[in-house]
């Protein structure tokens, strides 16, 4: 997710004057009316199945990915009124054993994954079944993405014209002045007034906990009896609400680099602990830099480094890189960085580049998307928004905004304010806010379920999964210690995808929290220019 999973250690600033209008309730008691509506729109979804053909074009996904449609209401509490059509996708089970072709895998049924955002497509997640890491499991599950309500091709939210969405190039000042905090803040109450004008009435049902009442009609209309599921990033978040509001409905459930779902986070203080831990990942990525200053020239120390970004910085607010890459869109390709450190050599290559006078590689990694990205990223933005706006209270005072920002820039500069700029809407926000369940399972009512944590993870601070561990009884923490990117299952780590394996294979979790040593850090790569 962008910043839509957010924690560590800002829970020392003070949050105050939050106002929110309470979550809608039934005659029966909150959520009554909408629970009712989901059992009937899980019946017809049962009954109906999913016809799946071919994937729809601008997907883009091969012939052996197929698709079909699922349709949930647009207000559970009406299940009768307006429909919306999900697109899902598939792969089926290859039954073969890829370490013994001659041995036949039994079936699993559905492995269902959402990869975050919110506003992220898992469409592509099926093709997962083709890298080495993911074969056993691809053998034994279905592996089915889907598009989330609000995210394209599933009735596709929009908050304004996507030939706007890319401002560039563009300033990142770490310390705004008053004239452009007020600028940004026009822009965001713009950006809001456009969300309601667009969406109408229908912009208040884009929320998390509709979107965990999509997941139970989605199982059922893959005719699971119970759901296994993974989620990545806000997809854990997903996943906690559904382990509470359906718990006799899972059967095994993995949570990749978690949302903290402590109703008190969500989300204006889990965008505060985003900012704090993204400042720790940026040191870990100067000094890696700093360590191989052989190969790009910034320094080798950390200070060196940040001296040689705010020189770039300093020199693309003069003179844009290739007419569209400023500041803002520097800060935004080493953010990125700092969610994957695979990305790390190609960003150090390009700001070594760019600073001994060839732009192109900036350019090229951050410079402005093609018209169909715009599209794309206009989407994500507008269901990101829609969602955490949605789901809970947030400040509706820029003062509040302003002063636990300015004192936390003090000591995390890099992603604050952008951070801001990115949430800010949510003040403005003219729909009604959702109440944050609180969510909790007793021993026994939920299946055992897998928390995978990186413990450096700057998208999604540590502290989430600890949380969540203490929430979910009989749920096991499995720690890649001293790493930091976003999203570890199925990837380099023998040792995480190990305990991965054996939890959705056998249904084996460790007898107690575990951790896995740090995958290797990234080397330069060899096409690396050494500074002169």
Not at 234 to 242: C, D, E, H, K, R
Not at 405 to 424: G, H, K, Q, S, Y
């Amino acid at each position: 997710m962008r910043a839509a999973a957010l924690y560590s250690a800002a829970g020392s600033l003070l949050l105050t004057a939050l106002t929110a209008a309470p979550a809608e309730a039934g005659p029966a008691g909150p959520g009554a009316a909408e629970a009712r509506g989901t059992a009937v729109a899980a019946e017809r979804a049962a009954a109906a199945g999913i016809e799946f053909g071919s994937c729809p074009k601008a997907e883009e996904l091969p012939e052996a990915v197929r698709c079909g449609t699922v349709t949930v209401p647009l207000d559970y509490a009406h299940p009768g009124g307006e429909q919306l059509r999900l697109t899902v996708s598939r792969v089926r089970a290859t039954h073969r054993d890829p370490h013994n072709s001659k041995r036949k895998v039994p079936g699993q049924g559905a492995l269902l994954y959402n990869p975050g955002g919110p506003g992220a497509s898992g469409l592509y997640f099926p093709l997962v079944g083709m890298v080495p890491e993911w074969k056993r499991i691809a053998a034994a599950y279905d592996l089915v993405g889907y598009a989330p309500r609000g995210v394209a091709p599933s009735a596709p939210l929009s908050c304004q014209d996507p030939g706007d969405f890319f401002k560039g190039p563009r300033a990142a000042p770490t310390r705004p002045s008053d004239a452009y905090k007020r600028e940004r803040a026009a822009e965001a109450e713009a950006y809001a007034r456009g969300c309601a004008e667009r969406a109408g009435r229908a912009l208040r049902h884009y929320h998390s906990l509709n979107n965990a009442r999509d997941l139970e009609v989605v199982r059922a209309a893959l005719g699971e009896r119970r759901l296994t599921f993974m989620g990545a990033s806000y997809g854990t978040y997903l996943g906690a609400l559904y382990a509470e509001l359906f718990p006799s409905r899972v059967r095994r459930m993995v949570f990749d680099s978690v949302v903290n779902p402590d109703p008190g986070q969500v989300w204006y203080r889990n965008n505060l602990d985003q900012s704090e831990a993204f400042e720790d990942r940026w040191t870990d990525f100067k000094e890696w830099m700093a360590e191989h200053d052989a190969a790009y020239g910034l320094g080798d120390t950390a200070r060196e480094v940040q001296n040689s970004y705010e020189e770039a910085s300093t020199r693309l607010a003069a003179r844009p890189a290739g007419g569209t890459v400023g500041p803002a869109q520097l800060q935004g390709a080493f953010l990125r960085a700092g969610y994957y450190d695979d990305y790390w050599p190609h960003r150090a290559e390009a700001l070594s580049a760019y600073l001994q006078g060839d732009p192109q590689p900036l350019v090229d990694q951050a410079g402005t998307r093609t018209e169909e990205g715009a599209v794309g990223a206009e989407n994500s933005s507008a269901v990101y928004t829609a969602v955490e706006c949605n789901d809970a209270s947030w400040p509706t005072d820029f003062e509040v905004w302003d002063r636990d920002n300015t004192r936390l820039a003090r000591r995390a500069p890099f992603e604050t304010w952008d951070n801001v700029w990115t949430n800010l809407p949510c003040a403005y926000w003219q729909a009604p806010r959702q109440r944050p369940l609180d969510v909790r399972t007793a021993p026994g009512e939920l299946p055992p379920t897998l928390v995978l944590a990186a413990e450096r993870d700057a998208a999604t601070p540590y502290d989430g999964a600890l949380e969540l561990r203490r929430r979910l009884s009989g749920s096991v923490l499995v720690t890649e210690r001293d790493a930091g990117t976003h999203g570890i299952a199925g990837g380099a780590n023998a040792c995480v995808n190990g305990h991965l394996e054996a939890y959705l294979l056998n249904g084996r979790l460790p007898a107690r929290d575990e951790s896995c040593a740090p995958r290797p850090e990234p080397e330069p790569r060899e096409s690396a220019t050494p500074a002169s």
